[in-house]
Nanobody, 127 residues
């Protein structure tokens, strides 16, 4: 099973930017769709973004479209989430995850389709 480690979270003012990283080890991620989820206090973990294994094709939750961009560096076995124009409601712990199926063409937003998760990185946006 792949081991995922997120980093890059922190405290930022509203309107600011952060770049999250998710470094994978134990498995090449180039065969797997990779996703980002988030969990705010007292809420369910929810989908943020997913990128297809081949790269270049992504899907985003409506609340981040146009502000967040996901990318993958297969040479580093790392995925990124660039978050711009952050809002206080974006405050949450952000998790990356790998799809449980290789070469899935459908970009899933369902938690149940992901079987490896990192420990998460806290993002706090102040108003």
């Amino acid at each position: 099973q792949v081991h995922l480690v997120e980093s890059g979270g922190g405290l930022v003012q509203a309107g600011g930017s952060l770049r999250l990283s998710c470094a994978a080890s134990g498995r090449e991620i180039s065969a797997y769709n990779m996703a980002w989820f988030r969990q705010a206090p007292g809420k369910e973990r929810e989908f943020v973004a997913v990128e297809r294994y081949s790269g270049g094709v992504s899907s985003y939750a409506d609340f981040v479209k146009g502000r967040f961009t996901m990318s993958t560096d297969n040479a580093k076995n790392t995925v990124y989430l660039q978050m711009n124009s952050l809002r206080p409601e974006n405050t949450a712990v952000y998790y990356c995850a790998t799809d449980r199926t290789t070469y899935r063409t459908f970009l899933s937003a369902l938690r149940s389709n992901y079987d490896s998760w990192g420990q998460g990185t806290q993002v706090t946006v102040s108003s």
